[in-house]
Each structure stands twice: as C-alpha cells, then as structure tokens.
C-alpha cells in the first residue's frame, strides 16, 4: 500500500486543521490505517487509529476529545480532523497503513508502509 498524506499548515492556537492520507493498494485486505506525529527531538508517537473494514478508532489520550479519525473507503482516503490545537501538537504527522491483526496499533513497528509526513505548525 502507497500512502500520500497531506494538509498540514501553520495555525494558530486554538484553531483547526484537517489532514488526509490518501492510499493506493489493497487497502481491502489491510487491518487499518494510522496517524503517528514525531516532535523535534522526541521519539515517534501514536496518534489515531482506524480500521479500514469496521471502522473502529482509537486515539491517543493527548488527543481525545479534540481529534477525529474518519475514513472514506470508496476513495480509500483517511481523514485526521484536529481541532482546539496546542502548541505541544506541532510535530511532522505520518499515516501509516497496518496489513496485520496481531500487534498493539500503537506500536510503530507494526506498520508496513508509512506516508511522507505532513508538518503542522501550532503558534501560541
């Protein structure tokens, strides 16, 4: 699966953005897809999960609340809505597409094919 994210952009605190990930591949046969961001100097985080059949999500608890995780299969898109942004979010985000079902989905090396990351840029 090739991954193409995008929508990243500079913002104010407080404000919003909305990444997309777009997917090429046989998503069909993927478990889900993921958004990880990595700060300056900090290690690779998890953000949000989806599966790409159910549905389901899950999220970080930094992000709960003011994150969304949708998917539109038919276009075998994935979607990060992030609102009431933080200073502490800024980082470069990556989608990452997870082909199996075995493995905790915040664990990094568990996904097989990464996005080439999209910077968000938070000023307070």
């Known amino acids: 699966v090739q991954l193409q994210a995008s929508g990243g952009g500079l913002v104010q605190v407080g404000g919003s953005l909305r990444l997309s990930c777009a997917a090429a591949?046989?998503?069909?046969?993927?478990?889900?897809l993921a958004w990880f961001r990595q700060a300056p100097g900090k290690e690779r985080e998890f953000v949000a999960f989806?599966?790409?059949?159910?549905?389901?999500?899950s999220y970080a608890d930094s992000v709960k609340g003011r994150f969304t995780i949708s998917r539109d299969n038919a276009k075998k898109t994935v979607f990060l809505q992030m609102n009431s942004l933080e200073p502490e979010d800024t980082a470069v985000y990556y989608c990452?597409?997870?082909?199996?079902?075995?493995?905790?989905?915040?664990?990094?090396?568990?996904?097989?094919?990464w996005g080439q990351g999209t910077q968000v840029t938070v000023s307070s």
């Open positions: 990452a597409n997870k082909m199996g079902y075995s493995g905790a989905i915040s664990y990094k090396e568990g996904y097989d094919s």
């Open positions: 591949g046989r998503t069909f046969s993927s478990y889900g």
């Open positions: 989806i599966r790409w059949s159910a549905g389901s999500t």
